[in-house]
């Protein structure tokens, strides 16, 4: 038989099983021991699944570390009060089934283990019965799983709810919206192979049956620049990478498309075009069933792909400046497609990317664009042409979701469920305008957390009749003043400089803030801050003192990307487009509308007003999601990210919030039906109301006035101890009411078959003997449960006669199940807590346990992986910290070769131990040549092809250089005095972390990499590094050789 262990309050179930135990619940002391002790340790092991029963709810380090263990077992869900925190299992967990779904159904939130279903059933439940409107916000950082559990949450709705009478479509258009949205606002970046690169609110209308009969969609801020610029390791927008793997020969082909993504420069520049963990080929044929079923005619879809390929083409539309430095069109072909593509006039699109047209007193005058504006200007379109198709594609999918019953008397009555998938706060190491966007709109949602929870907190104590005690809370209506204020805000001032004539830049936008807002407690810049804190703040940049921490934030590009300017003449070129969907998304009346348009920051600051108002419309629930660690790998735990999202979730203050007055409470009904048992006054049965039976229940517990209050319909327990001590003796009472209800059972068949009475006797005879024998070991019966319930009780005071065999029996199952609990690996930093006797003994064998954990694991290692890590550790020494790309070299192995085919032996019988293609800068006029890098037990070589370039051995080799930026470039020094040098090699590898390593250390020369600020000597030479949004290599003005590297942790 196995013993059922049933954890309160939310009633987690655990299973332990003892195969080599049958246990006997029968025979008192022993089952009921083993039972309380597994109910105590498995607490300890899985900690609690609502963090309002830490004890210890002040501290962040006990927060986590009950996160970990709850981790550890697989357990990714956690309640704060009402709250669900999640974490990315980052495996496939097989909790999400239709049977998870049915067990979720109707049953009470804190009755079944915390998950995701149980939020979704219980908004559901409420919607239905006080037919009021209800959103789920889902928050957390890129990558925590907010879009899964959106998904996850309209999937259970889809699959439970009725099927509405009329329009049962709506649930499969609703499923469908997914995939078409994730094409277009889905992009691969550094976190997430999956990002949603859109902030995103559904809302799902129910009928007054509860079934789902429509839906809307909102979206927010597409971050667009994507479009034309991607950062190293990321993609463009799924739909491209989708259209050419996917797409029928014959579409491509009337597209003017190849195959091969590498082909367009906008899928090019973060290098990683082909993702493994993506199937392109299969996603698009999802995309391609999913437009039709949300309405899409064949022609629109045409339509839609004619938009998906021009912004292709116009990636890959060249300029060359003529004698007068103007740019012209050197590309066509691309443009005969465009003009195609786009239905518009090819020549009115030839002059509109290299002119601008201005107007002057009525008067319309053409200035040619030099190359730098041509490039500006094609790229502004090919953000405004994709940005506004995703608007559309928005609209479109809204009006198959809407439901077609709007005119019905039934449709009053429909209630509303929305679903907010919208970013988390963002904080880089470089911040930037959307940043700034992103962490105002998260700003704007913790003020409605607080003010909602606060509210529903004091709404549940006034409907109880419980005095409120009011909660210290920060209050950041501060912060969102300083932002969104009219005329002082930053918001406002940011707009001021945009609209204002003259010369207005960053730099005067900054220096109007510093004017206007310098006294702000949340406001500091380098002028504005003392001397210490000066050092870390950059003069373009301002300090933003968010709820959740500080976030440095580069005024750099914050105007340009506020207008978000597309040029008269380009506007008036798509005007005229007879692609059905550029007609909508470029409407003549925009040319003639006088107003400037509104600015991106103040379009955003009204959309999430109106979202902010919408919420404040609906009962809230939340998900607060986190992502245990970076490298999207199941079961790491990455104790600092963790901290870091616990901070910026505001989940602290949260907790705080919820147990500043009672840790749990429950209706009189429930109370008392799970814990009548425990009072013979209330056992089996209560017949008055069950407010006065708990109150008689509570006083036989022994409950302190202080540690409960009785509401009207709920009773509230301060203190989660209370709590613990009340459902351990539950367990204790459970067992004892089993051996009754056993002894019973066998009175019954004694009576009824003379044999089966003889073998009961008989056993119960050995029972007696067996109890006999467990009550001289000191408890039988009631006396039993009252020693360990006191003993449990006391657990904490010096040992004492009451308390012995409690302690004793806590530390034998200790180290008895500390077998079970091991580390896994050496990485695992788990152990369970002993009790306070055993601590010391603990320390000594948790010290074995990882001494002979390392052991086993230096043993395994074969000779190639010690290699293999020895080079990553000299690789950690060297740039760790120092050099931008080096954290995206570490998970990737280093290998001997990165050439295809060795170049043949440069001696016989001489292989080189690496080699690598690298492009070589000549030191006079920074040509750059392709070569190879070769290293041989003595010497650096630079081959082309076969033929060996220059030699440098590793004698004369004095040093390496290379810049902290994600540049690839690095220089080789070479010693003077060696007349056969021709002087410091400046090379390039896309290997730079690898190359650099090998080379160190075949050389030698591990303390000898210098890396540098901004500027890299060469003997003939100087290099600059700069960063920048690209990465660059020319030479400049000066004659120096010019690096701009981008910073791999900017949006
Ligand atoms: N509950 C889960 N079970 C299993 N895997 C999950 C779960 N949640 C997330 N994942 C994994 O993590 C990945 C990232 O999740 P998701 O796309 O939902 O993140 P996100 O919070 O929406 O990030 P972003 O802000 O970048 O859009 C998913 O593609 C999936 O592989
Ligand atoms: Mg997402």
Known sequence: MALQVELVPTGEIIRVVHPHRPCKLALGSDGVRVTMESALTARDRVGVQDFVLLENFTSEAAFIENLRRRFRENLIYTYIGP???SVNPYRDLQIYSRQHMERYRGVSFYEVPPHLFAVADTVYRALRTERRDQAVMISGESGAGKTEATKRLLQFYAETCPAPERGGAVRDRLLQSN????????????????????????DVQFDFKGAPVGGHILSYLLEKSRVVHQNHGERNFHVFYQLLEGGEEETLRRLGLERNPQSYLYLVKGQCAKVSSINDKSDWKVVRKALTVIDFTEDEVEDLLSIVASVLHLGNIHFAADEESNAQVTTENQLKYLTRLLSVEGSTLREALTHRKIIAKGEELLSPLNLEQ??????????????????????????????????????????????????????FQHNSFEQFCI??????????????????????????????????????????????????????????????????????????????????????????????????LGRGEFRLLHYAGEVTYSVTGFLDKNNDLLFRNLKETMCSSKNPIMSQCFD???????????????????????????????????????????????????????????????????????????????KYEAFLQRYKSLCPETWPTWAGRPQDGVAVLVRHLGYKPEEYKMGRTKIFIRFPKTLFATEDALEVRRQSLATKIQAAWRGFHWRQKFLRVKRSAICGLHDIVVAWNAGTRGLVGAAEQGVLIRGFILRHAPRCPENAFFLDHVRTSFLLNLRRQLPRNVLDTSWPTPPPAL???????????????????????????????????????????????????????????????????????????YAVPVVKYDRKGYKPRSRQLLLTPNAVVIV????????????????????????????????????????????????????????????????????????????????????????????????????????????
């Open 83 to 85: 709250v669900l925190v």
């Open 374 to 427: 041509a490039a500006y200007a094609r790229d502004a379109l090919a953000k405004a042409v994709y940005s506004r198709t995703f608007t559309w594609l928005v609209g479109k999918i809204n009006r198959s979701l809407a439901s077609k019953d709007a005119e019905s008397p039934s449709w009053r009555s429909t209630t509303v469920l929305g679903l907010l998938d919208i970013y988390g706060f963002e904080v």
């Open 944 to 1051: 082309e092809d076969a033929k060996v370039k220059q030699r440098i051995d590793y004698a004369n080799l004095t040093g390496i250089s290379v810049s902290s930026l994600s540049d690839s470039l690095f220089v080789l020094h070479v010693q003077r005095e060696d007349n056969k040098q021709k002087g410091d090699v400046v090379l390039q590898s896309d290997h730079v972390i690898e190359t650099l390593t090998k080379t160190a250390i075949s050389a030698d020369r591990v303390n000898n990499v210098n890396i540098n600020q901004g500027r890299g000597p060469g003997r003939d030479g100087t290099i600059d590094f700069t960063p920048g949004s690209e990465l660059l290599i020319t030479k400049a003005k000066n004659g120096h050789l010019a690096v701009v590297a981008p910073r791999l942790n900017s949006r």
């Open 179 to 202: 995939p078409v949205l994730e094409a277009f606002g889905n992009a691969k970046t550094l976190r997430n192979d999956n990002s949603s690169r859109f902030g995103k609110y559904m």
């Open 439 to 536: 962490n105002y709109c998260n700003e704007k949602l913790q003020q409605l957390f607080i003010e909602l929870t606060l509210k529903s907190e004091q709404e549940e104590y006034e409907a109880e009749g419980i005095a409120w005690e009011p909660v210290q809370y920060f209050n950041n209506k501060i912060i969102c003043d300083l932002v969104e204020e009219k005329f002082k805000g930053i918001i406002s001032i940011l707009d001021e400089e945009c609209l204002r004539p003259g010369e207005a830049t960053d730099l005067t936008f900054l220096e109007k803030l510093e004017d206007t807002v310098k006294h702000h407690p949340h406001f500091l810049t380098h002028k504005l801050a003392d001397q210490r804190t000066r050092k870390s």
């Open 839 to 913: 601590r010391e003994a603990s320390e000594l064998l948790r010290e074995l346990c990882i001494k002979n954990m390392v052991w086993k694991y230096c043993r395994s290692i074969s000779p190639e992986w010690k290699q293999q890590l020895q080079q990553k550790a000299v690789a950690s020494e060297i740039f760790k910290g120092k050099k931008d790309n080096y954290p995206q070299s570490v998970p990737r192995l280093f290998i001997s070769t990165r050439l295809e085919l060795l170049p043949k032996p440069l001696q016989p019988g001489l292989c080189p131990q």
């Open 588 to 666: 003549r009346s925009e040319l003639s509308d006088k107003k400037r348009p509104e600015t991106v920051a103040t379009q955003f600051k009204m959309s999430l007003l109106q979202l902010v108002e919408i919420l404040q419309s609906k009962e809230p629930a939340y998900v607060r999601c986190i992502k245990p660690n970076d490298a999207k790998q199941p079961g790491r735990f990455d104790e600092v990210l963790i901290r870091h999202q616990v901070k910026y979730l505001g989940l602290m203050e949260n907790l705080r919030v919820r147990r500043a007055g009672f840790a749990y409470r429950r």
